[in-house]
Antibody, heavy 120, light 109 residues
């Protein structure tokens, strides 16, 4: 069974930048699409961004478009989320999640999440 | 954007009884709908995809039904570990992206 492990979260001031990482193991990473999904404290799930297995396709939710960039390094089995111009409303637990298959499909493997707090 | 609406917001059911959770899509999503279960402090877990197919390892007491805009998750013979929040997700409208319902909190009496 596959595993995903997020890292890189923390406390950041508004307007700052942060890069999250998602390290994968136990499945064929290079053919697997990966998404980032976030959950604000006490709130529901919100899809943030997705990247196809070969990295050619990247997709973003409107609230983060132009500020966040998703990328991957298949040689390292890792997906990244570069977050710039952070706002208070970006405060959330950020999960990376693997899609069952591509084109878009539900998420069958989730990481444990990493907390991002945007505050002065 | 497709809006997913779940009902009820909270459900309280006794152990051994049945729970029925609903999810409505603002547009036709065919059968491209999934259900997840999330316990406090944990990541979501995929239960159902394609509206009615159980994910590997999911007990048979979980069943999904529906198509188009109306969907139901039924949990028969509730157990204490079934408590938590249940989310539906549509994956038909791609791009622009996935949308989740706001969740139904299931409490076991």
């Amino acid at each position: 069974e596959g595993l995903l492990l997020e890292s890189g979260g923390g406390l950041i001031q508004p307007g700052g930048s942060l890069r999250l990482s998602c390290a994968a193991s136990g499945f064929t990473f290079s053919t697997s699409a990966i998404s980032w999904v976030r959950q604000a404290p006490g709130k529901g799930l919100e899809w943030v961004s997705a990247i196809s297995g070969n990295g050619a396709g990247t997709y973003y939710a409107d609230p983060v478009k132009g500020r966040f960039t998703i990328s991957r390094d298949n040689s390292k089995g890792t997906v990244y989320l570069q977050m710039n111009s952070l706002r208070a409303e970006d405060t959330a637990v950020y999960y990376c999640a693997k899609e069952r298959q591509w084109p878009p499909d539900p998420f069958d493997i989730w990481g444990q999440g990493t907390m991002v707090t945007v505050s002065s | 954007e497709i809006v997913m609406t779940q009902s009820p917001a909270t459900l309280s059911v006794s152990p051994g009884e049945r729970a029925t959770l609903s999810c409505r899509a603002s547009q036709n999503v065919i059968s491209n709908l999934a259900w997840y279960h999330q316990r406090p402090g944990q990541a979501p877990r995929l239960l159902i995809y394609s509206a009615s197919t159980r994910a590997p390892g999911i007990p048979a007491r979980f069943s999904g039904s529906g198509s188009g805009t109306e969907f139901t998750l039924t949990i028969s013979s509730l157990q204490s570990e079934d408590s938590g929040v249940y989310y539906c997700q549509q994956y038909n409208n791609w791009p622009p992206g996935y949308t989740f319902g706001q969740g139904t909190k299931l409490e076991i009496k």
